[in-house]
């Protein structure tokens, strides 16, 4: 069973970037279409991009898309989101998700526990 870890969140500026890590441990990785969300306090958790198994295909929610980038490191066993030209309403608890399934909007089955990043304006 594979277990993710996030890491490289913080506290940012408005206008600066982070990149997230989503470090897998038990799996290979890329044998997982992987997603990230997001939840802002009081919100439901909410899409922000997803990459398939191969890394060929990615795709993003309207209000990241064109700031925020996913990418695989397949030699740190991990998939990273930069994240550029935060906003204060980027703020939120940021999960990586992982499927076995391909290419589609399925429920994902594995979970991180989160990572809290912070935007001032």
């Known amino acids: 069973q594979v277990q993710l870890v996030e890491s490289g969140g913080g506290l940012v500026q408005a206008g600066d970037s982070l990149r997230l890590s989503c470090a897998a441990s038990g799996r290979t990785l890329s044998n997982y279409r992987v997603g990230w969300f997001r939840q802002a306090p009081g919100q439901e958790r909410d899409f922000v991009a997803r990459i398939s198994r191969s890394g060929s295909m990615t795709d993003y929610s309207d209000s990241v898309k064109g700031r925020f980038t996913i990418s695989r490191d397949n030699t740190q066993n991990t998939v990273l989101l930069q994240m550029n030209s935060l906003k204060p309403e980027d703020a939120a608890v940021y999960y990586c998700?992982?499927?076995?399934?391909?290419?589609?909007?399925?429920?994902?089955?594995?979970w991180g526990q989160g990572i809290q990043v912070t935007v001032s304006s």
């Open positions: 998700a992982a499927s076995l399934t391909g290419w589609s909007t399925s429920p994902y089955n594995y």
